[in-house]
Structure formats: structure tokens, C-alpha cells
């Protein structure tokens, strides 16, 4: 009788308990950008970084006028570099290069706030140009001055597509034209010059999912899929969907999911500004959402 007792109460005890909820899905909701950049022609932006409390953009125009410029144009094409505040208005501009083609690719902003624009110019002014065969690193202050400007000259069209700090120097990655060669890598010595490139066959790696994170709470993802997502609501299959998404750092659970216009180019946290997501669509399309 003690037994049956007992299992007949413990039986009650599982029974009275509440069972686990199923977690809600969570609705994807649209994302307005909080700045759309129409180019014209040929003028694009490659680039972001945050730094100083500022967001940069860096990439090429061909236009005598822009809607991010106010400096004047420099040559056929210039390699420009644009400081915006944490709302996304405009700061200050400079124009990079010189009377021939140049382009600017990447950037990257050191520890005391100058800013490192990686690109390429042509050696001469003749139109049309030789070719993009010179590498070029425009070093500029928080304020927009040009402070140094370092190159090396190459036989072939070398494109850096990357530039990121090592130790005290500078390494840059890109993309080249020297025959049975893809990528090459250099080192830039800022006490110095731009070191000799080792050339390589094989590719850079290009992520399909950029990735950032905000304090110590959140992860935050960017990407398209056509797809539909575990746990998410309001996707449209078969059709590509650019999505923001935030997610706990311990965790690993969704948070909160956005669709976004354009294709990621770049995403990044600065405390002061949040993450800062660059699409491109239709133009360029630049959203800011304020976080810790």
C-alpha cells in the first residue's frame, strides 16, 4: 500500500507540473536604411570602418560631382574617403589621387584615429590609362587631412582589397592581373615604404555571412538567403532576402531578425555609433541602428 502511495504521488507531482512552452516565432520586419546613396556611372563605394566616433566610407568616383562630395575633382577618376556622424550626416570629404585614374578599395582606422585608405593609381595621366599599376596607401587624420601618402610601383595591375593592422606595420591583400598569379600580399612599413608583394595562386576567401558583435551581449549576422529560417515568420521563399540579425552572445538564441535593402558589403559595432550595416542595391544604402 506504501508503494502504490507513493507512485500514485509522484504521478501527481509530474502531472501538476508545467510543461516547457514552445518558444514563439519570431516575425522578420522590414529595416528602412537610414541613408540611401544614389551614384552615378561609375562611382561606388568599396569600403566602411567606424572609428573617433565617426563612420568612414572610402571607394572611387568618376563624377565631377557626387552627392556624398563636396571637394573638387582631382582627375578622370578619384579614390575619395567621406567621415559621417552616427546619424549618417555628412562631415567632411576628401578627394584621393592625383590627374590620373585612381581608386580607393579598403580602409582601416588605427588605434589613434587616422585612417588608412588602400587603392591603386595609375602611373601616368595619359588617357587612357596604362593601367592601375601602381599601389597606393593614403594615410589621413580624423580631420580629413592627408597626411602621408606611401606607394610602389609594379608591373602589373595590383588591387588591394583589404588592409589591416600587423604588429606595427600594415598588411595588405588584394587581387592581381601578373599572369599565373591570383591575390598578391604586401607589408607597409609606416616608418618606411610599401615592402616587395609575394604573389599567390590562390583566391582570397569572400564570406557569404558578414559578422559583428555589440558589447559583450549580441551577435549580429548579415546575409541573403531565399530560403525559409528556423523560427522565423514572414520570409518569402524563393526570393532573396537580405537579412540583419541579432542574436545572444551566450546564448546563441535569436533575438530579433530585420530585412534590409541591398547585399552586405559591410557590418561593424562602435561604441558611441552601435552597428552600422553597408548594402548595396540600387545605390548604396547605409543603416544605423543605435545599441549597446
Known sequence: MKKRALTAGLLALILA??????????????????????????????????????????????SANSPLLTSQSLGSS??????????????????????GDDVATSIYVDLIGNIWVAGASAVSASNPAPGLNRL???????????????????????????IAAKGANFLLQGITSKPGSATFAA????????????????????????????????????????VAIKGVTGIALHQKTTVLARSGIKDKALKAINSVTGSPIALQYQSGTGIVLLTQGVGYFLTIIHTK
Do not use: C
Open 17 to 62: 507540473a508545467p510543461t516547457a512552452q514552445a518558444k514563439a516565432p519570431i516575425a522578420i520586419t522590414n529595416l528602412a536604411p537610414t541613408l540611401t546613396i544614389n551614384f552615378t556611372g561609375g562611382d561606388q563605394i568599396s569600403a566602411m570602418a567606424q572609428g573617433a566616433g565617426a563612420i568612414y566610407l572610402a571607394g572611387t568616383v568618376e
Open 78 to 99: 578619384d579614390g575619395f574617403l567621406v567621415a559621417l556622424s552616427p546619424n549618417g550626416s555628412h562631415v567632411w570629404d576628401l578627394r584621393l589621387g592625383s590627374s
Open 136 to 162: 597606393t596607401v593614403w594615410e589621413v587624420n580624423s580631420s580629413g587631412q592627408l597626411i602621408n601618402t606611401y606607394v610602389r610601383d609594379v608591373p602589373e595591375a595590383d588591387v588591394p582589397i583589404s
Open 187 to 226: 607589408t607597409l612599413n609606416p616608418a618606411a615604404k610599401i615592402g616587395p608583394l609575394n604573389y599567390s595562386s590562390a583566391k582570397l576567401p569572400s564570406a557569404s555571412i558578414i559578422k559583428s558583435t555589440s558589447s559583450a551581449l549580441y551577435s549580429w549576422q548579415s546575409y541573403v538567403t531565399t
